[in-house]
């Protein structure tokens, strides 16, 4: 079960229980009556503690929607792109972080493409079945001041409910991540975590990957591989390469 389903189960949880405790409660009786008017302050902290949880949401007024490119064919999703940028790259896996690195068999290929309005320097799709699941921008040419993770998710359309955990994966780079406990993101059917990066602050050198995740189906689980066929996979490539 992945930590947004232990959030989505509490969640349900506490509102079984406040319903059961209402259906119990008997006015006719005094005693009762003042019980439940001593509960009120400790229910009220209940239900404060225990607020629906937020999602992130996904905005369409954007040059490159992502709910037009996530979960479609290749056709419709080249569409919306320039010309191919290099030979691409395929196998016969896909991934997962479940929250295990998890590979199991499927037709993956990966493509960049052009972008036809000039906002990002490069395009990377990942396909798996014939189905786009995960989408890269590359090396943002309208980013201004100095370098905010948020423009980035402003320009794809994201609103994300969390802060994200941060690091640096090496020398000069810095690494905003979302993982599906923190991204909460729902596009389609789909989950998906987020990842954005930046080499010596420099614009043309950032990135972000809105990457499918998400618990495997049986008939994925009855396809797993051992590692080592499956790579390398979007977040995994050096920034800004």
Request: glycine content about 8%; charged content about 25%; hydrophobic content about 35%.
């Amino acid at each position: 079960m992945t930590s947004l389903q232990r959030l989505c189960a509490w969640t349900c949880a506490f509102v079984v229980i406040g319903c059961s405790q209402s259906q119990q409660a008997n006015p006719e009786g005094k005693t009762e009556a003042k019980a439940a008017e001593a509960a009120k302050p400790a229910e009220a902290k209940v239900a404060e503690t225990t607020a629906p949880a937020t999602f992130g949401k996904v905005r369409s007024d954007v040059p490159l929607p992502l709910p037009a490119l996530l979960g479609q064919p290749v056709a419709s999703v080249e569409a919306n792109f320039g010309e191919h940028q290099g030979k691409g790259m395929a196998r016969s896996t896909c991934v997962r972080f479940t929250p295990e690195r998890t590979f199991f068999q499927c037709n993956f290929a990966l493509q960049r493409y052009a972008d036809k309005g000039d906002e990002w320097a490069g395009l990377r799709v990942e396909y798996e079945d014939g189905v786009a699941a995960s989408i890269g921008f590359d090396g943002y040419r309208k980013g201004t001041g100095p370098f905010d993770p948020k423009q980035l998710l402003a320009a794809v359309g994201l609103e994300l409910p969390d802060e994200p955990r941060t690091d640096s994966p090496a020398e000069g780079v810095r690494r905003w991540t979302w993982f599906n406990d923190r991204a909460r993101l729902k596009i389609g059917e789909n989950q998906y975590r987020v990842e954005i990066s930046v080499v010596g602050d420099d614009w043309a050198r950032s990135r972000i990957d809105v990457l499918r995740n998400e618990p495997l189906t049986p008939e994925q689980k009855a396809k797993i591989v051992p590692p080592g066929q499956g790579k390398p996979e979007l977040s995994e490539l050096p920034p800004g390469q």
